[in-house]
């Protein structure tokens, strides 16, 4: 087959949009071309944010979210599922990170006022949620504040949080996938959440079925260094079990409170 480099990668995005994936290999064989020209091609279209490279080949990119308030609004009872989920796992006495995520908001709106606990956050809506509550003490992290994100992600929020060992953290996801792991839309904020997971005692990763199997472009961590991966109790069984053989743990909420 003998194709220009435009033409080659708009069939991988049309074969990135049918399979939800695509294998370098097999690109190799169906357009008599190397792997290396494959992994080229793959290489400029993730620079151009179409597609994301995990080993092998690639995954198609994830709808970008809306800022941490409209995300707040959306699967509000899924999240607060979550939240419930989350709550054994911070004992008395615990320093927690909460980042900006909207499920994290719903924890913090979740947690109870008469735990103990030391709060970090870089998030003002959550440190505002945390504060109006009266839940333990509150540390927030300071610099400007990405509009999107809702957080302080830049150079002074990382060298803030750099002095932190918190006992948990408590990461939000733009995707989570068995081969690309923890992923996040923005390149700072991925960068913020691999460096306070690193420094966490625990890390405990909530997810939606709107995140699971889905992949954004900057990479956080593996499935297999999170703690435990908490999913609705509806999550896709096919999804489960590749994060499952990629090595995490995996915990369902509950459909509802009790």
Not at 75 to 82: D, F, H, T
Request: hydrophobic residues 50%; contains cysteine.
């Amino acid at each position: 087959m003998d194709l220009l480099p435009g033409e080659r990668q708009d069939l991988i995005m049309s074969r990135l949009d049918s399979a939800g994936r695509v294998i370098s290999a097999d690109l190799a064989g169906e357009f008599g071309i190397s792997e290396d020209t494959v992994r080229r091609d793959l290489r400029e279209m993730a620079a151009r944010g179409l597609c994301v490279r995990v080993y092998g080949g690639a995954l198609p990119v994830g709808e970008k979210p809306g800022t941490l308030t409209q995300r707040s609004m959306e699967a509000v009872e899924p999240k607060a599922a979550l939240a419930r989920a989350v709550i054994p796992w911070i004992g008395a006495g615990a320093t927690v990170f909460l980042d900006a995520a909207s499920t994290n908001l719903a924890i913090a709106q979740a947690l109870p006022a008469d735990l103990a606990v030391t709060c970090i956050t870089n998030a003002p809506q959550i440190a505002a949620t945390l504060a109006a509550r009266g839940v333990g003490e509150l540390v927030v992290i300071g610099g400007p504040i990405d509009a999107h994100v809702g957080a302080s992600i830049g150079a002074q929020a990382v060298r803030e949080a750099e002095r932190l060992r918190p006992d948990i953290c408590i990461i939000g996801a733009c995707g989570v996938d068995a081969e690309a792991g923890i992923s996040a839309f923005d390149a700072d904020d991925a960068a913020f959440k691999r460096m306070i997971a690193a420094r966490s005692g625990v890390t405990v990763a909530p997810v939606t079925n709107a995140k699971l199997g889905k992949v954004a472009p900057f990479g956080v961590l593996p499935v297999k260094e999170c703690s435990v991966v908490i999913v609705e109790h509806d999550a896709p069984e096919d999804a489960v079990a590749a994060c499952e053989a990629a090595g995490a743990t995996i915990q369902r909420a509950e459909a509802r409170a009790r």
